[in-house]
């Protein structure tokens, strides 16, 4: 994995697969996820786009619908 620390991609368009990145700021980037195999530390995203595909766009998928789910229904305390 390469590794990035401390840096500021602005304008930029970011594939975050296979990659390490510790306390960087994304401005106004086009941040690209396939795989979700990346590492993000203390990391902050200010008007970036998100692009998924491949298996991201899977784990994506089950998420928004995963939200959807607990906005519709009442949270339930555990083994009731």
Do not use: W
Not at 7 to 32: H, M, P, W
Not at 56 to 75: F, R
Request: aromatic residues 10%; neutral net charge; proline residues 1%.
């Amino acid at each position: 994995m390469a590794q990035f620390k401390e840096c500021t991609f602005q304008g930029a368009t970011v594939v975050l697969d296979g990659n390490e990145y510790s306390n960087c700021k994304f401005l106004n980037s086009r941040i690209v996820v396939t795989r979700g195999n990346f590492s993000l530390k203390n990391c902050a995203f200010d008007g970036c786009n998100f692009e998924f595909g491949g298996e991201a766009e899977n784990i994506k998928t089950l998420v928004l619908g995963l939200m959807q789910q607990t906005t519709k229904q009442p949270a339930q305390a555990a083994g009731v």
